[in-house]
């Protein structure tokens, strides 16, 4: 875009980009109201279930969230600033054993804010679109508006031969290991850090789960994800007593133009005093060679502090690389609260700090501030990115 | 920018940091602020630490039920800031409880505390986090309730030894004013001061000191009902010593005594449905 184009009125250019902005608007007014549709459908729904199979329990939540960003995100480029509006429904429905969940979201955002979905945005997504629609390598727009169904899903449970068990089949998120930031027995990997603490994504998948004790469960889980590649695991999770808890799995992949991709995984975590240390490792091999990663981290928590420490690496014939994540929190007030994320890429010697101020209780709802730095030192000079954002969020229950 | 519905479950899940207020457990919390109207009589023929320890007997006589279920709401306010959560809670004995939240933001978030161990389950992203060690002492959900009260499971008598200090009136109401002390090192609150009326033999204000002998909060009881016999404590104000125009309301509604809770109700299976 033409930054001399963009300022001139009447300009040719500045009529077509009112012209994709008001397409954006109806893009984004169309999905919002598909979405609402499907709300409303679904309350008239559980409103008319027969008394016999009404449901147990039912819930529909609204979270709006508007805010504003600016920042640098790439070197090269101008620093901008852009408008961000997200509008997420969360539905649960538990009908004796069936209990079926929906997350919907529907967002437009502007320049930087744009920028910032639009770099996160990748093949392996599943239901999402955008308008306009994303390719690889594309050019992120200066208006974009996303629907994604973020999760939609149904379960069912009994029991057999006393052992309870669940069936869930859908788009759900996937969550293997105990780290807070890295997860190396997270064979789906679908840990997402462009948030400034890392969360995980939803995968289509079908998950077995079988409840062998009060504290212990056996899972099985396959997935598949947008580049169709596939996943499957099992996994065996229990508690040692009041001190411990342990899990250990075996994984397979296989992704497009590469070889079958075998694990098998350990997951610990043990009290010891104020610290909580906690471990994880992974060992994988495609057939021709094998790889392990490794990850050790603890908590600790004094007064209205909370510390986190998570240090990965990974041994394999070529390279080894390492990781490291630094968390504190500090809670200044009932209602407010400071957290500082750090983290290492060492193969990509990155270093990304940020901090995050929430302050809840405000217009009902909460506001979030926050700034983050990126130092890049593979770059010469070292290369600085930097994002600034504020954001007001509010839930409400709709039913 | 990336969705911040994820930042926001990151976000409250890790932000388990609490201040340095401390609630008493909520069985304990029960058991503190309520007696048994039939045995809260004072053991006759004692000194003061007979008549305190009787009186607390009495209180802890309280506890004298098998489960309870009820819905919890607490409004933190801060100057002119407010923040509300409210959540279903189930208890069976001193060592099973399940929680799980229903307030918008935290919808479907649940605890379950089995002996000492503490498990939490966040459904949005189907994770399920086991709290020990230090992030004990944390606050349940952000809140001023702390996985270690969640966790303790002992009675008054078990812990303190007691002692009566005065009499006072306060509020109209005559009362004894008992010090209870602990040199456990186990305990959130190694002193506190109760107010108990005379008459109904219930706590009417509490103070909660740390072992440096810090005043870190107050609890006042606003409401008090009578529920399958007893006496139970239905709205609490707790003010944070430590922090200026801070305090929760706490109450409890839609309570039941004695009531049948199953063993898969805690269980990993329950958490997780």
């Known amino acids: 875009m033409n930054p001399s184009a963009r300022c001139r009125k009447g300009s040719p250019a500045a009529a077509r980009n009112r012209a994709r ?19 409303m459908a679904l309350g008239v729904f559980m409103a008319f279930l027969p008394h016999g199979v009404q449901a147990q329990s039912a819930g529909l939540v609204f979270t709006t969230t508007t805010g504003a960003a600016a920042g640098l995100m790439a070197t090269g480029t101008p620093r901008s600033a852009g408008f961000d509006e997200e509008i997420v429904l969360n539905g649960r429905l538990q009908t004796g054993p069936l209990r079926v969940t929906a997350l919907a979201s529907v967002s437009f955002s502007t320049g930087f804010a744009s920028l910032g979905r639009w770099s996160v945005f990748s093949s392996g997504q599943t239901l999402r679109w955008s308008w306009p629609a994303w390719t690889s390598g594309s050019t992120a727009p200066d208006t974009l508006a996303t629907v994604e169904i973020q999760e939609l899903a149904a379960a069912i449970s009994g029991t057999l031969a006393h052992t309870g068990f669940r069936i869930e089949l859908g788009k759900f998120p996937l969550k293997w290991g105990v780290g807070k930031a890295f997860r190396p027995s997270d064979i789906f990997k679908t840990m997402d850090y462009a948030s400034l603490i890392p969360t995980s994504k939803g995968l289509p998948a079908a998950r077995l789960a ?17 580049n169709s590649t596939l996943t499957a695991g099992a996994r065996y999770l229990t508690a040692l007593g009041d001190t411990a808890a342990l899990a250990a799995s075996v994984g397979w992949r296989r992704q497009a133009g590469a070889a079958d991709e075998y694990s098998g995984s350990f997951e610990g975590q043990i009290d010891a005093g104020i610290f909580t240390p906690y471990t994880e490792l992974s060992v994988r091999t495609d057939g021709s060679s094998a790889y392990a990663i490794t990850m050790l981290g603890s908590s600790l928590a004094a007064g209205d502090v909370t510390l986190w420490l998570e240090g990965q690496a990974s041994f394999g014939p070529a390279t080894m690389n390492a990781r490291l994540f630094l968390l504190g929190t500090w809670k200044t007030s009932e209602l407010t609260s400071i957290s500082a994320p750090i983290f290492w890429f060492n193969d990509a010697r990155t270093l990304s700090a940020s901090a995050l101020a929430q302050f809840q209780g405000i217009l009902d709802g909460r506001v979030d501030l926050y700034a983050t730095g990126n130092w890049l030192f593979s770059a010469v000079p070292v290369g600085f990115l930097w994002k600034l954002g504020a954001y007001w969020a509010r839930s409400l229950l709709t039913y | 920018m990336r969705s911040k519905r994820f930042n926001e479950v990151a976000t409250m899940k890790h932000q388990i940091s609490c201040s340095k207020i401390r609630y008493p457990t909520i069985a304990a919390f029960l058991c503190a602020a309520c007696v048994l109207s039939v045995s809260a009589q004072a053991a006759g023929g004692g000194g003061s630490a007979g008549e305190a320890q009787a009186i607390l007997d ?32 189930y208890a069976r004995g001193k060592d099973r409880v399940f929680l799980e939240f229903s307030n918008p933001e935290d919808r479907g978030v649940r605890m379950l505390r089995l002996g000492s161990s503490i498990w939490m389950y966040f459904p949005s992203e189907r994770d399920t986090v086991r709290i020990s060690g230090s992030l004990m002492r944390q606050g349940l959900m952000g809140s001023n309730l702390s996985y270690e009260e969640v966790a303790e499971g002992k009675s008054l008598k078990d812990a303190y030894s007691a002692e009566i200090l005065r009499e006072e009136t306060l509020d109209g109401q005559p009362c004894k004013v008992l010090k209870l002390s602990s040199s456990r090192t186990d305990i959130s609150y190694p002193v506190r001061i109760l107010w108990v009326d005379n008459t109904r033999k219930i706590p009417l204000k509490i103070e909660l000191y740390a072992r440096s002998g810090i005043l870190m909060k107050t609890m006042y009881i606003k409401n008090v009902e009578a529920i399958s016999g007893r ?8 003010v944070d010593a430590l922090k ?16 049948a809770l199953p063993d898969s109700m805690f269980s990993m299976e329950a958490l997780t449905k």
């Open chain 2, 58 to 89: 009495a209180i802890d006589a309280a506890q004298q039920y098998s489960s309870i279920s009820y819905i919890g709401k607490m409004e933190i306010t801060q100057g002119s800031r407010v923040l509300k959560k409210q959540f279903a809670a």
């Open chain 1, 21 to 39: 902005s008001f397409t954006y608007l109806c893009a984004c007014g169309r999905a919002l109201g598909r979405t609402f549709s499907a709300a």
């Open chain 2, 231 to 238: 006496l139970l404590p239905t709205i609490v104000e707790i």
């Open chain 1, 210 to 226: 079988l409840f062998t004790s009060q504290l212990s469960r056996f899972e099985a889980v396959a997935s598949i994800d947008g």
């Open chain 2, 244 to 259: 200026k125009n801070s305090k929760t309301m706490f109450s409890m509604d839609s309570v039941r005594l004695d009531i």
